[in-house]
């Protein structure tokens, strides 16, 4: 793998990670959100594993 995309995996690991921290305290805060932001989550989980199939070829 070349560096770029080394560093473009370890962006993309920091967002989904702020992202998830981000959720839970919005799910923490607000529990009649978690069905929405659930759904939410599980949208840019999905996009997370095909950019990640990308990277990966």
Do not use: D
């Not at 929405?36 to 990308?54: D, E, H």
């Amino acid at each position: 793998m070349s560096t770029l995309a080394l560093l473009v995996a370890l962006l993309l690991v920091v967002v989904v990670v702020l992202l998830a921290a981000g959720t839970a305290y919005v799910v923490h805060r607000h529990p009649a959100w978690s069905q929405p932001l659930g759904a939410a989550f599980g949208a840019v989980t999905v996009m997370a594993a095909l950019v990640g199939a990308i990277l990966s070829r």
